[in-house]
């Protein structure tokens, strides 16, 4: 049963930095693509960034310049380094893992979501 557990949310101030982690545990395999949505009070779930099993990768534009995302394919394990903070980066954010398999489909896993909190 695979399962997607977000760890380093929490509350920092504005221009400071958060590490987060997102680690796939029952998983004999390596996810096509990982990445972060988030959602702020009364905004939609968005796309935050993602990257693919062979290391493409695609940011929001809104955090294109401060976010860095990454995975550690071994581990099933994606992190998002976020620096630069700002108040309007406050969020859940989840993880997501994606994973194709040829005359079956689509397979989508989610997290339940870590708090970051930006203070002014």
């Known amino acids: 049963q695979v399962q997607l557990v977000e760890s380093g949310g929490g509350l920092v101030q504005a221009g400071g930095s958060v590490r987060l982690s997102c680690a796939a545990s029952?998983?004999?395999?390596?996810?096509?693509?990982m990445g972060w949505y988030r959602q702020a009070p009364g905004k939609q779930r968005e796309l935050v960034a993602s990257i693919a099993s062979g290391g493409n990768t695609n940011y929001a534009d809104s955090v294109k310049a401060r976010f860095t995302i990454s995975r550690d394919n071994g581990k099933n394990t994606v992190y998002l380094q976020m620096n630069s903070l700002k108040p309007e980066d406050t969020a859940v954010y989840y993880c997501?893992?994606?994973?194709?398999?040829?005359?079956?489909?689509?397979?989508?896993?989610w997290g339940q979501g870590t708090q970051v909190t930006v203070s002014s």
């Open positions: 997501n893992a994606v994973r194709f398999l040829a005359g079956l489909g689509k397979y989508d896993y």
């Open positions: 029952g998983s004999p395999f390596i996810f096509n693509a």
